[in-house]
């Protein structure tokens, strides 16, 4: 979910939050709704109309902004807010209800706030207007510290939208055998994205800043396993954990055979990743030898790997392929070097907060 | 020590008898925690793990995923000991007609699963490209991602072979026994033919390139199996399936196997695979065996349950298909020839009456080490399979004993030197072993700490 800035001057009234899904008039739009004015800043109109209540609002917009058609955005008329929810040419559409979280990971690249966005009603009228077969994200902070509300939304929403599929990040730390039932019953739809630091419980639980962390992880993964979860195991590489990549595959290979796929993911460089980066990120690009005798080992366990944010010159060339296009649009970006990269259309790219002076060693096409 | 999970480790007799007297120690003890032998309860990684790889080495895929096809039993070369025994050339009424061609696409469209392979065998199939041509459009539109694989003798590379394999899912298999001697003596009689059939090969392996180009050889003269990897590694093809000739269809007569074959294969082939181990140590363009290369597979990736010469259950019918140039259903390639040879007959219906029920489900009780009274007491089962085709075809009957026949004697042979590795820690076979699993030929952390000690 992303604040939009634009001023929301509206004609009617209206006072609590509600939910436009953007159409565009040009094409002819055949409800008959009353008038209202969305007035962007600077400078910028664009005129929609929507009829109040419940039921389905769509707002019409002038094509010179830079919006798409089937955009949904929440509006907060009382503070004059509006979000955008869902953008269909996205890549990583999430929602975000909660930015607490009881771990404090190192890395954490959202580091967590005391604050709330509980708006069930409101999410649930909006996910119920997603396109067919959407793929959509659920983060924090962490989830599950709202466990009863969001098993209530996703109950809710799977029943009448058996198509869509969430991809939930979650520390796993709060599932217990009582919610098997319960679980089961929506795990169809669910891809939990889950992290795993180190095979190590004291490495572990001293990344996430939890104690005991490591131990609660593995009870909730018999439960996940038992209520037939698709799990997303994540370990972000660090210098702190670049030695257990292959325990780690090893303990996946031993224990959990049953996950979707591993993801190893570099290090994004923000929030809490900042304080003293160079001690956490390890530049894989001068020395591959860690990475790729777990990957080896990965081929070797036949455990699914995928990596997440390797910008493709900097990935030993047998193992490109593994490599995934893995940042949100929003937040992506390419060097200078990428122009004229052959690879381009294939690889993660950086993220936008990426300093370079204190990145990659050996990066571009002459890596290739 | 292994269980149904296909978890294993080695240990003394010593602790074989600890377990047996329950005096196991704290060490012990977390070992076979951390080897899924022994868990706390059933709500633990360690039982979970435990519960679904078993149940996965058990899983077959439930729609078809390969189906061998016989356009034509045509041939224009007469091998010793050719498997399929072929029609002459000129013969007539040995090819699918256009309705069998209707029909399969049909049948494809209704069984097939999405990621089909589809293998043109013969005769030599390549007598009818116009055949090939037609089912590989037709099936690419149905099943996008079908790959297709032509067994061929290369005694012609066509244009219009060309042409087929301008399509980058189209792969090319082929025989290549060896030196060109021994390739003359078992196949083609005449050195013109075979300096042909070397022209052919390598144009094929330069146009499409290595990776879609495979070649086996039928080995014969188990003395010869060093010289039959040295021809393939100069001919620049990096893997290699050591297989023995089996005598099939006409020659089963006239070849009767005896103990002292299997004895004989079993010493050929292990020589074979320590020579592959030294070679892949000194040169730097290593080779792979695909029988040492599908037992590890079977021992370290459960659920590689596609290959049907080695797997348990192995139910037929189901993901694997022979499809004759009559448009009659086999479960096997051997099944078909021990029909056609009168032995037993083994159709499973036809393309245009569907599949024989019935009779898939008889075959299908047996075909199951689970029930086998040898296999049961066998500490290889989870990795082993169960072919009973196989043991009508050797031995006449399904109630000959297990541990007597080819299959087991080979199989335990070879899971039998892999683990003995193993155990030893071997490293120059461990560097093999990552290479044949998809790693790179390097030590991995991946395979140690089997042992208990
Ligand atoms: S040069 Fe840029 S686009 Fe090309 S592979 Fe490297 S990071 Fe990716
Ligand atoms: S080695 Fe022989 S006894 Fe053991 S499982 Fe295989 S066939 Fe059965």
Redesign the interface.
Known sequence: MIDLNINLDLLEGASSPIVVKLADLTKGCKKKPDMVKVRCSPNRSIFGNWCSGEEEVSIGFSPKFNIEEGEIWLIFPAENKAKRFFRPSSNSNTLLFTERCDQKCIMCSQPPKNKDYLYWDLYFSALKELPNKTFFGISGGEPLLEKEQLFELLRKVISIRPDLKFHILTNAQHFSSDDISELTSLNKNILWGIPLYSTNDAIHDKIVGKKGAFENLLGSMTVLYQSGAQIELRTVLLQQNVGYLSHIVNFIADKMPWISYWALMQLEPIGFARIEFLEKFYDHSQNFELVKLALDSAKIRGVTTKLYNFPSCTVNKPYRELSNKSISDWKNKFLDICSGCKEKQHCSGFFEWYNHTIGYQNLGTKYL | MTNDAG?FFFGSSEIVQRLKENSIEPFFERFLF???FAFNNK????Y??YA??SA?RRLTPNKLKYILVIPTLRCDLSCTYCQVSRASIKAKSFDWCDETVDRFIDFVNEYADTELKIEFQGGEPTLRLDLIKKIVDEVSKIRPSSTFIICTNLQNYSKELKNILHNKNVQISTSLDGSKKLHTQNRTKKMTSTEKFFTNLREVIKDIGHHRVSALPTISDFDQIMDVIKTYHSMGLNEVFLRPVNYQGFARKKHKESKNDVEKWIKAYCKAIDYIIEHNETEDQKIIETNLAIHLRRI?????NGYVDLRSPNPVAQDYLVINYDGSFYPTDEARMLTRIGLIDLRIGSIKDGMDLEKINSLNQAQDNKNDKACKNCALQPFCGVDIIDKISRYQTVDYPTEKTYFCQFHMAVFTKIFDLFSKGDIRFLKTA?LH????Y?L????AGFNCD
């Open positions: 978890n951390k080897k899924n709500n633990s990684l360690e979970s793990s679904f790889n996965l370290f990736h459960p659920g590689q990552s699993l998809g790693g790179t390097a991995s952390p991946a395979l």
